[in-house]
């Protein structure tokens, strides 16, 4: 499953804008004549927040996880979309379940700028102690 990514900091250029925009036009009609093609819908999550488009995705990773209730990179990738979209409480909840499923790559985590606003924000202090409990080095 791809790394959802957005890539705040980076300003796309106009192409990069227009071949994402086609990637995901492509992707979209994969996706209506195949609802429940995994790799289809994990291409399209990450295309849209790439573009910026964190509701789209959200929805996208919404459908992920229903799909794939045992993935954990789904939930991360679904806590990343709610971060991105400032329902704190929900990424906490999804990055949660996501540890629980089995989730490791702390290193990542510690660094991903897709959570970086659940970082600041009280409700990673849980998570971030979990993660030292189980002996994980996190930076």
């Known amino acids: 499953m791809p790394r959802k990514s957005s890539a705040r900091n980076k300003s796309l250029s106009r192409l990069e804008k227009r071949e994402l925009d086609v990637k995901i036009s492509f992707l979209e009609g994969i996706v ?12 399209l999550g990450d295309c ?5 488009r964190y509701a789209e ?14 993935n954990p990179m789904a939930f991360y990738n ?4 709610y971060a991105l979209c400032s329902e704190l409480d929900r990424a906490a909840a999804a990055l949660q379940q996501a540890i ?4 490791r790559d702390f290193k990542w985590l510690a660094r991903d700028p897709d959570l970086r606003p659940l970082r600041k924000h009280p409700l990673y202090r849980p998570i971030q102690d979990r ?4 002996k994980v080095r996190i930076a």
């Open 32 to 43: 209506r004549r195949d609802p429940a093609f995994i790799e289809a819908l994990q291409l």
């Open 48 to 52: 849209l927040a790439q573009r910026g």
């Open 57 to 70: 995705s959200l929805k996208v990773d919404q459908r992920l996880v229903e799909l794939e209730p045992d």
């Open 78 to 81: 679904l806590a990343c979309s």
């Open 100 to 103: 629980n499923l089995g989730y």
């Open 131 to 134: 993660i030292r409990r189980m």
